[in-house]
């Protein structure tokens, strides 16, 4: 089975290391993505230090900056401190041993004009090439945030796809905000999806309610994950620890990926 995450909670982690440990979780970091953390070396030595309870961090990820990021910028000042926030991020990642980092894709929602694309798609993978390279430790996974189709990201993850430390988080519950179909998000994106992300929503707002809770249709997204033979982790993005085993439990109890479905008496 594949490895399943969750986002800890530092002031509950006695819990939350004893959830990770019934269900064979890892854990993904919330803590670091926000700039006066990435500017403090103190309060990042405080904040790992909380962290160090739940053991080995090589198996864990964490959430890079996100907020703002622009790679792709045509004003030199915002594209080189998005690099800045970006290697920071990177940097942390190296210190802690984490397995992999996430990203956002920073485009404008919507915004299709071919040259944008093309700088977009063209920026970013000159950047995280060389990324890649200097942290060949950490994997990469860039995420659809805003992103009303899945072929922008594919088309970055295909001219990407020599660079073994990088791929595709495929945020199921982002696809769903923008009126395509679960088929066509994880059919396109499916030989590049290296990490996914799951929680909950009304299919208009991002509202990260626990697996279930929300009206996403769960069955179809195993359906599709499994039909395009997708193995890759699954952070269960819902923060705190009872929104955590409700997912959970409802994930076994309905066999949804990369849960196996209880065997009935």
């Known amino acids: ?53 739940s053991g080995n961090f090589s198996k864990d990820t964490m959430h890079g900056a996100f907020l703002d990021v622009t790679i792709h910028s045509d004003d ?26 996430v990203f956002h894709t920073g485009r404008l929602a919507g915004f299709r004009a ?30 659809n945030m805003f992103d009303e189709a899945p072929d922008i990201l594919a088309g970055l993850a295909e001219k990407m796809r020599d660079v073994k430390n990088f791929g595709v988080c495929l945020d199921y519950a982002h696809a769903m905000l923008f009126g395509r179909s679960g088929r066509e998000w994880i059919e396109t994106l499916a030989p590049y999806i ?6 909950d929503n009304d299919l208009q707002n991002d509202l990260h309610l626990a697996v279930g809770a929300g009206t996403l249709d769960w069955q179809e997204f195993d359906c599709l994950i499994r039909q395009n033979r997708v193995e890759a982790p699954v952070l269960i993005e819902v923060n705190g620890y009872e929104a955590q ?21």
Request: proline share 3%; net charge positive; charged share 30%.
């Open 1 to 53: 089975m594949s490895k399943l995450y969750l986002v800890p909670d530092r002031k509950d982690m006695e819990r939350m290391c004893a959830l990770a440990t019934e269900y064979g979780c890892a854990f993904e970091y919330n803590d670091f993505y926000i700039a006066k953390v990435m500017d403090d070396s103190e309060k990042q030595k405080k904040i790992i230090e909380d962290y160090k309870t």
């Open 194 to 199: 290296r990490h996914i992300h799951i929680n």
């Open 114 to 143: 071919a040259h944008y694309l093309n700088n977009w798609r063209d920026r970013n993978a000159a950047f995280f090439t060389e990324i890649a390279q200097q942290y060949p430790a950490q994997q990469i996974y860039m995420e």
């Open 76 to 101: 030199p000042l915002i594209r080189d401190a998005s690099m800045l926030r970006i290697r920071q991020s990177m940097e942390i990642a190296k210190r802690m041993g984490l397995k992999g980092v």
């Open 245 to 265: 085993r409700e997912s959970l439990q409802y994930m076994k109890r309905h066999g949804i990926y990369p849960m196996e479905r209880e065997r009935e008496e």
